[in-house]
């Protein structure tokens, strides 16, 4: 757990370095890729990362949490003048691997791609930790996600009984033909 903690934040701070958004980008929660790499794709050429390190790393084994903090070292293709930013990453062991599941500046100059520390601000695209936990109810015993499983599958079943709603009415197919066949 420990190593592969190791190898996930050494791979995803390589490819930030290195401009490999797709590599970067499997170590995201699969909903949080398109915004991600439009975020990043958004300053591919205006940003030259020059190094990063690790300076600090803590795992939480028990509930499969982990933070790490990196020193990137970075300036813009206009202004040569070398930058630093630190930024916070938190990680969540899920099926067998890392996510990161939130990543902010904590020091250092602003960077675009990295979401800024606000106290309860909600990060651009990545969900943040308690959301994920919840969204894929880690740390819950088996039979409180069996109760939570079937609750939702109550509730997809009451609104498919329903039918569409006024909301729905937009997305459903019409059966009229084109002028051109009436």
């Known amino acids: 757990m420990i190593d592969k903690l190791y190898d996930s934040t050494r791979i995803y701070n390589s490819s930030l370095r290195w401009g490999d958004w797709d590599r970067a980008a499997e170590y995201l929660p699969q909903a949080c890729t398109d915004?991600?790499?439009?975020?990043h794709m958004a300053v591919d050429e205006k940003v030259v990362v020059l190094d990063y390190e690790m300076t600090r790393m803590e795992i939480d084994k028990v509930n499969g949490v982990a933070v790490s903090q990196v020193q990137i070292q970075w300036h813009t293709d206009r202004n040569l003048v070398?930058?630093?930013?630190?930024?916070?990453?938190v990680w969540q062991w899920y099926e067998g691997r890392w996510i990161l599941v939130d990543e902010r500046r904590s020091g250092g100059r602003p960077l675009a791609i990295f979401a800024e520390m606000e106290e309860g601000a909600q990060h651009p695209y990545?969900?943040?930790?308690?959301?994920?936990?919840?969204?894929?109810a880690i740390g819950l015993d088996p039979s409180e996600k069996r109760a939570r499983e079937k609750e939702q599958r109550?509730?997809?079943?009451?609104?498919?009984?329903?039918?569409?709603?006024?909301?729905?009415?937009?997305?459903?197919?019409?059966?009229?033909?084109?002028?051109?066949?009436?």
């Open 35 to 39: 915004a991600f790499l439009d975020t």
């Open 82 to 89: 070398v930058r630093s930013t630190t930024v916070d990453h």
């Open 126 to 136: 990545l969900p943040g930790l308690a959301a994920f936990r919840d969204e894929f």
């Open 154 to 182: 109550a509730a997809e079943k009451a609104r498919a009984e329903q039918g569409p709603t006024i909301e729905d009415l937009d997305s459903l197919p019409t059966r009229q033909k084109p002028a051109s066949f009436n």
